[in-house]
């Protein structure tokens, strides 16, 4: 991850990343890169809090994935970073467990509605994008009416074909609003996994991605609480509050089982933790 970090700044100081409108280059526009970086730079926090041995590495570290993850300009990202180091300090540094279940809830739901009251794709430099977090911004461009002129659409599809979905192959068609852009295969695309799954795959589909995801998160607590090993506890709690920014971010954008990349790198993920919380009482 810290490869990828620094490869990242230096390949987007050399001009050769992608380029957004205005010629601001970023560092990764990618989901998979910036969520490798984000749970390293959460796991690396999780291992301070935790009262692991200090590191050198850690010192440098955590600004270097902060930079990478800063310049990408993903803003879902960034709230999804946000919420992931609040978790983490709150459970990193907390014994009472179960406990804090209540304001671990309530920060998920506040990131939930913030993510969903902003727009996330503006290509705009980064002073532009820190003052877009505005929920006024919502009707800015034909970017952000396009999520929501999608959403209607996506529904009434849904509503349809409630049980069966339409199909992988199927587009879904805008005949309920009219789409202010059109977007190369557009339409087989959603900007909400949940409704991605359960138009596709119907209603066993929307359970199969609530199901991932809560298994997933299952997986990291177990491995964070019951686990020996203090690596691999910070593991666990990196992953369990990264994905508890995933939950908040796929309710604008469609990462689990829609990016080939970032499903094979989160498969990885889910073997590792059913490796690591299978094995726990043997660590």
């Given at each position: 991850?810290?490869?990828?970090a620094?490869?990242?700044l230096?390949?987007?100081?050399?001009?050769?990343?992608?380029?957004?409108?205005?010629?601001?280059?970023?560092?990764?526009?990618?989901?998979t890169?910036?969520?490798?970086?984000?749970?390293?730079?959460?796991?690396?926090?999780?291992?301070?809090?935790?009262?692991?041995?200090k590191e050198r590495?850690?010192?440098v570290?955590?600004?270097?994935?902060?930079?990478?993850l800063?310049?990408?300009?993903?803003?879902?990202?960034?709230?999804?970073?946000v919420?992931?180091?609040?978790?983490?300090?709150?459970?990193?540094?907390?014994?009472?467990?179960?406990?804090v279940?209540v304001?671990?809830?309530?920060l998920?739901?506040?990131?939930i509605?913030t993510?969903?009251?902003?727009?996330?794709?503006?290509?705009?430099?980064?002073?532009?994008?820190?003052?877009s977090l505005a929920?006024s911004?919502?009707q800015?461009?034909?970017?952000?009416?396009?999520?929501?002129d999608?959403?209607?659409?996506v529904?009434?599809e849904?509503?349809?074909?409630?049980?069966?979905g339409?199909g992988?192959?199927?587009?879904?068609?805008?005949?309920e609003?009219?789409?202010?852009?059109?977007h190369?295969?557009?339409?087989?695309?959603?900007?909400?996994?949940?409704?991605w799954?359960?138009?596709?795959?119907?209603?066993?589909?929307?359970?199969?991605?609530?199901?991932l995801?809560?298994?997933a998160?299952?997986?990291?607590w177990?491995t964070w609480?019951?686990?020996?090993?203090?690596?691999f506890?910070?593991?666990g709690?990196?992953?369990?509050?990264?994905i508890?920014?995933?939950?908040a971010?796929e309710?604008t954008?469609?990462?689990?089982?829609?990016?080939?990349?970032?499903t094979?790198l989160?498969a990885?993920?889910?073997g590792?933790l059913?490796a690591?919380?299978?094995?726990?009482g043997r660590a």
């Amino acid at each position: 991850a810290l490869l990828k970090a620094a490869l990242g700044l230096v390949v987007m100081a050399g001009g050769g990343s992608v380029e957004l409108d205005g010629g601001t280059h970023l560092t990764y526009y990618e989901p998979t890169a910036n969520w490798l970086i984000l749970l390293a730079l959460l796991g690396t926090v999780a291992a301070i809090v935790g009262g692991m041995p200090k590191e050198r590495w850690m010192a440098v570290a955590v600004p270097l994935l902060t930079a990478s993850l800063l310049l990408s300009y993903r803003r879902s990202f960034w709230i999804a970073a946000v919420l992931g180091l609040l978790l983490v300090l709150l459970l990193g540094t907390s014994r009472r467990g179960w406990r804090v279940l209540v304001p671990s809830v309530v920060l998920v739901a506040i990131a939930i509605w913030t993510v969903g009251s902003i727009q996330f794709q503006a290509q705009t430099p980064l002073a532009n994008r820190v003052e877009s977090l505005a929920p006024s911004k919502l009707q800015a461009n034909a970017e952000d009416r396009y999520r929501l002129d999608e959403r209607v659409n996506v529904i009434e599809e849904i509503k349809r074909h409630p049980v069966a979905g339409i199909g992988l192959q199927e587009d879904w068609s805008a005949s309920e609003r009219p789409l202010p852009v059109e977007h190369e295969q557009g339409r087989q695309y959603v900007h909400f996994a949940l409704l991605w799954w359960w138009m596709k795959l119907g209603l066993l589909g929307a359970i199969a991605f609530v199901s991932l995801l809560g298994s997933a998160a299952l997986l990291s607590w177990r491995t964070w609480r019951r686990n020996r090993a203090p690596l691999f506890r910070c593991f666990g709690l990196a992953s369990m509050c990264g994905i508890a920014g995933l939950v908040a971010i796929e309710t604008t954008a469609s990462f689990t089982g829609v990016d080939a990349r970032f499903t094979v790198l989160f498969a990885a993920q889910l073997g590792l933790l059913a490796a690591l919380q299978r094995g726990a009482g043997r660590a």
